[in-house]
């Protein structure tokens, strides 16, 4: 068992990072000031990076993405979680890979399109009503002669802004329950669909997050993405990739940078005659991270594998999820506390990466909702879980 | 035409060194290692004359331990085209590198060899110029513009006070200065292809190169530190300082 990375995972890493140093790291003050990211700058980025066949690595080639291996890929998010969510969207491409569902003429509709970074997705299943409790949905579509009609409400759907179209969660039986959930491709400029405010966040300056209102949408066959009543299922299998990747992957990348700079400030900033580093109760905040971050990677990575080798990873995924997040919460707090006065400071970044670190507790599912289902998938399955000699 | 570039493993130049505290040199224990910089601009150049359709081959040479398979690797990612490996443990020095380099020009008989100016780690600038005196080449050093012209190259050089442009007749040694171009990234499909671009192993042995170091290292130390310098109030003050000091 060997996890030193291959010679051609190094180079894609180090690629990864020297892009994000060079071309993105400038451009975060910025973004963070005016709250949004010039579109002719994010068109130059994207042709940049697009050149290099650094956008939509995840998707296969035969649709025109870069075809990585999950492993690959992990490596690849870890690297976007040093820099800014918008400069990730906007360089690398959020295609999300519930789109892989598509087929027939849905594939040079919405899929192709999405790769090539011509047409930007968002994910939209969260409701005011329905957050963790996404079988609570309100927003509903019924047949309507050979198509269907929406109409519901969605809000805190990620770059919806920018979005060209939204692939939505709704109601398709609704004596169904959970079962009764489809997923749909939805046109930003059908008629009846309407972006709502851009709702204000505590970090991810630069991103938008907005309100989706849908007032009798006519969609046609086309629209209906996957089989009917499998939405939920979707959203947990499929979405589960994204959810490593997105949240697990970036937050190992994101603490790591955050560790880099706490160590550095440990290192350099002396008191009472020494480096701060050399005090005890500095070293216990540093110690802690390194360990933290390798653990939480190493989830990571295990996870990932089990995709690649087709094993069922979603309890892995939740627990990467808890984890990762949880860690990165730590590191990051820990950082402001190393840092002090200058921690709080809006003078140096660590005060933004504190705040951008909040939601990676939140967002695609809670902390709490992902430990419940770890410990009923235990329940169940016990050893199987965690003991890799019961593993199947 | 042929270019072969030499490639070496070095410290990252983010790395803040440290010396041993016996003063035997630099701790190299779990310090990141990267492509020198300068060869980075060089394996640059060679693509882009390649692209220029002025060479149809790009090889790369390392003279260093296993692991220099990666720098050849990052520049196969690049876009060179194959690699060759001289396999030495322990330290190399210029002379003995341009020894290994004359003999691989005599079994690829490149038209052009581009070498970066010097590498980081030791900073010695010889083994462009040693390799060219070995050849009997001429040799166009500190380049920050090379525009090949049939069986020539025009070399526009940095030299103090200016630029200068001289003219060379092929096959020579060009070094690489900072300012001769930016180095690409290495692209998604690229660091696929490299994967598959085949890397050959030597030994100075099988070169008949002896690279036994020629020089002893008697003590590698920190820099001294430095001192705090005066504060002054005013400019006046300042040109009364210099002035003090006797260097205005």
Same mark, same amino acid.
């Given at each position: 068992?060997?996890?030193?990375?291959?010679?051609?995972?190094?180079? #894609?890493?180090?690629?990864?990072?020297?892009?994000?140093?060079?071309?993105?790291?400038?451009?975060?003050?910025?973004?963070?000031?005016?709250?949004?990211?010039?579109? =002719?700058?994010?068109?130059?980025?994207?042709?940049?990076?697009?050149? #290099?066949?650094?956008?939509?690595?995840?998707?296969?080639?035969?649709?025109?993405?870069?075809?990585?291996?999950?492993?690959?890929?992990?490596?690849? =998010?870890?690297?976007?979680?040093?820099?800014?969510?918008?400069?990730?969207?906007?360089?690398?491409?959020?295609?999300?890979?519930?789109?892989?569902?598509?087929?027939?003429?849905?594939?040079?509709?919405?899929?192709?399109?999405?790769?090539?970074?011509?047409?930007?997705?968002?994910?939209?299943?969260?409701?005011?009503?329905?957050?963790?409790?996404?079988?609570?949905?309100?927003?509903?579509?019924?047949?309507?002669?050979?198509?269907?009609?929406?109409?519901?409400?969605?809000?805190?759907?990620?770059?919806?802004?920018?979005?060209?179209?939204?692939?939505?969660?709704?109601?398709?039986?609704?004596?169904?329950?959970?079962?009764?959930?489809?997923?749909?491709?939805?046109?930003?400029?059908?008629? &009846?669909?309407?972006?709502?405010?851009?709702?204000?966040?505590?970090?991810?300056?630069?991103?938008?997050?907005?309100?989706?209102?849908?007032?009798?949408?006519?969609?046609?066959?086309?629209?209906?993405?996957?089989?009917?009543?499998?939405? #939920?299922?979707?959203?947990?299998?499929?979405?589960?990739?994204?959810?490593?990747?997105?949240?697990?992957?970036?937050?190992?990348?994101?603490?790591?940078?955050?560790?880099?700079?706490?160590?550095?400030?440990?290192?350099?900033?002396?008191?009472?005659?020494?480096?701060? %580093?050399?005090?005890?109760?500095?070293?216990?905040?540093?110690?802690?991270?390194?360990?933290?971050?390798?653990?939480?990677?190493?989830?990571?990575?295990?996870?990932?594998?089990?995709?690649?080798?087709?094993?069922?990873?979603?309890?892995?995924?939740?627990?990467?999820?808890?984890?990762?997040?949880?860690?990165?919460?730590?590191?990051?707090?820990?950082?402001?506390?190393?840092?002090?006065?200058?921690?709080?400071?809006?003078?140096?970044?660590?005060?933004?990466?504190?705040?951008?670190?909040?939601?990676?507790?939140?967002?695609?599912?809670?902390?709490?909702?992902?430990?419940?289902?770890?410990?009923?998938?235990?329940?169940?399955?016990?050893?199987?879980?965690?003991?890799?000699?019961?593993?199947? | 035409?042929?270019?072969?570039?030499?490639?070496?493993?070095?410290?990252?130049?983010?790395?803040?060194?440290?010396?041993?505290?016996?003063?035997?040199?630099?701790?190299?224990?779990?310090?990141?290692?990267?492509?020198?910089?300068?060869?980075?601009?060089?394996?640059? =150049?060679?693509?882009?004359?390649?692209?220029?359709?002025?060479?149809?081959?790009?090889?790369?040479?390392?003279?260093?331990?296993?692991?220099?398979?990666?720098?050849?690797?990052?520049?196969?990612?690049?876009?060179?085209?194959?690699?060759? #490996?001289?396999?030495?443990?322990?330290?190399?020095?210029?002379?003995?590198?341009?020894?290994?380099?004359?003999?691989?020009?005599?079994?690829?008989?490149?038209?052009?060899?581009?070498?970066?100016?010097?590498?980081?780690?030791?900073?010695?600038?010889?083994?462009?110029?040693?390799?060219?005196?070995?050849?009997?080449?001429?040799? &166009?050093?500190?380049?920050?513009?090379?525009?090949?012209? %049939?069986?020539?190259?025009?070399?526009?050089?940095?030299?103090?006070?200016?630029?200068?442009?001289?003219?060379?007749?092929?096959?020579?040694?060009?070094?690489?200065?900072?300012?001769?171009?930016?180095?690409?990234?290495?692209?998604?499909?690229?660091?696929?292809?490299?994967?598959?671009?085949?890397?050959?192993?030597?030994?100075?042995?099988?070169?008949?190169?002896?690279?036994?170091?020629?020089?002893?290292?008697?003590?590698?130390?920190?820099?001294?530190?430095?001192?705090?310098?005066?504060?002054?109030?005013?400019?006046?003050?300042?040109?009364?300082?210099?002035?003090?000091?006797?260097?205005?």
């Amino acid at each position: 068992m060997d996890f030193s990375l291959s010679e051609d995972q190094r180079t #894609l890493v180090a690629m990864l990072r020297r892009f994000i140093e060079e071309k993105l790291a400038p451009l975060e003050e910025t973004v963070e000031r005016e709250g949004r990211l010039a579109p =002719e700058v994010a068109r130059d980025l994207f042709e940049q990076s697009k050149a #290099l066949g650094f956008y939509a690595m995840n998707i296969p080639e035969e649709f025109g993405g870069g075809g990585l291996s999950t492993v690959d890929m992990m490596l690849a =998010e870890e690297q976007f979680g040093r820099t800014t969510d918008i400069l990730i969207r906007r360089s690398f491409g959020n295609v999300y890979e519930v789109l892989l569902k598509c087929v027939g003429p849905q594939v040079e509709r919405w899929l192709k399109p999405a790769t090539r970074g011509e047409r930007t997705c968002s994910i939209a299943i969260t409701e005011p009503e329905a957050g963790s409790d996404a079988a609570s949905i309100r927003t509903a579509a019924t047949r309507a002669g050979g198509g269907w009609v929406l109409d519901g409400k969605k809000h805190f759907i990620s770059d919806g802004l920018f979005s060209d179209f939204f692939v939505v969660s709704a109601v398709t039986d609704p004596s169904a329950g959970g079962r009764g959930i489809s997923l749909f491709l939805v046109d930003r400029d059908r008629k &009846g669909v309407t972006i709502g405010r851009d709702q204000p966040m505590m970090g991810l300056r630069g991103t938008s997050h907005v309100e989706l209102f849908f007032d009798r949408v006519e969609l046609d066959d086309q629209c209906l993405l996957g089989e009917p009543g499998r939405g #939920l299922g979707y959203a947990l299998d499929t979405l589960g990739r994204v959810r490593l990747g997105q949240v697990g992957a970036r937050a190992v990348g994101k603490a790591t940078k955050i560790l880099d700079l706490a160590v550095g400030q440990a290192r350099e900033r002396r008191q009472f005659g020494k480096a701060i %580093g050399e005090f005890q109760l500095i070293q216990k905040m540093i110690a802690d991270s390194v360990i933290e971050i390798n653990a939480a990677r190493l989830l990571l990575w295990n996870a990932a594998a089990a995709i690649d080798a087709g094993r069922d990873a979603r309890a892995l995924i939740a627990m990467v999820k808890v984890n990762a997040s949880e860690t990165l919460g730590r590191v990051a707090d820990r950082a402001v506390q190393i840092f002090g006065g200058m921690g709080f400071s809006r003078d140096l970044p660590i005060e933004r990466y504190y705040r951008d670190a909040r939601v990676y507790r939140i967002f695609d599912g809670t902390t709490e909702i992902h430990t419940a289902g770890i410990a009923r998938a235990a329940l169940k399955s016990g050893g199987a879980l965690y003991d890799p000699v019961e593993a199947v | 035409m042929k270019i072969v570039v030499p490639v070496k493993r070095v410290v990252d130049f983010n790395v803040k060194v440290r010396v041993k505290p016996d003063g035997s040199g630099i701790d190299l224990q779990n310090v990141k290692m990267a492509m020198n910089p300068f060869d980075e601009i060089a394996v640059e =150049e060679a693509l882009r004359q390649k692209e220029a359709g002025k060479a149809s081959e790009v090889v790369l040479v390392s003279v260093g331990p296993a692991q220099a398979a990666e720098t050849i690797r990052t520049g196969l990612a690049m876009g060179a085209d194959r690699g060759i #490996l001289v396999k030495v443990d322990g330290p190399v020095e210029p002379l003995g590198v341009a020894k290994v380099l004359k003999a691989i020009v005599a079994a690829e008989q490149p038209g052009l060899v581009i070498l970066g100016k010097q590498a980081i780690d030791d900073d010695s600038n010889q083994t462009g110029q040693m390799l060219a005196a070995l050849l009997g080449w001429p040799q &166009g050093t500190f380049a920050s513009k090379v525009v090949i012209d %049939g069986a020539s190259a025009a070399v526009t050089r940095e030299v103090d006070g200016g630029h200068e442009t001289i003219a060379l007749k092929l096959p020579a040694i060009v070094t690489a200065d900072l300012r001769l171009n930016e180095p690409r990234y290495a692209s998604l499909p690229n660091i696929m292809k490299a994967k598959k671009k085949p890397i050959e192993e030597k030994t100075p042995a099988d070169l008949g190169v002896d690279v036994a170091p020629r020089l002893k290292v008697i003590k590698t130390g920190e820099p001294p530190a430095r001192r705090a310098g005066a504060k002054v109030a005013s400019v006046a003050e300042l040109v009364g300082k210099l002035k003090e000091a006797g260097v205005i």
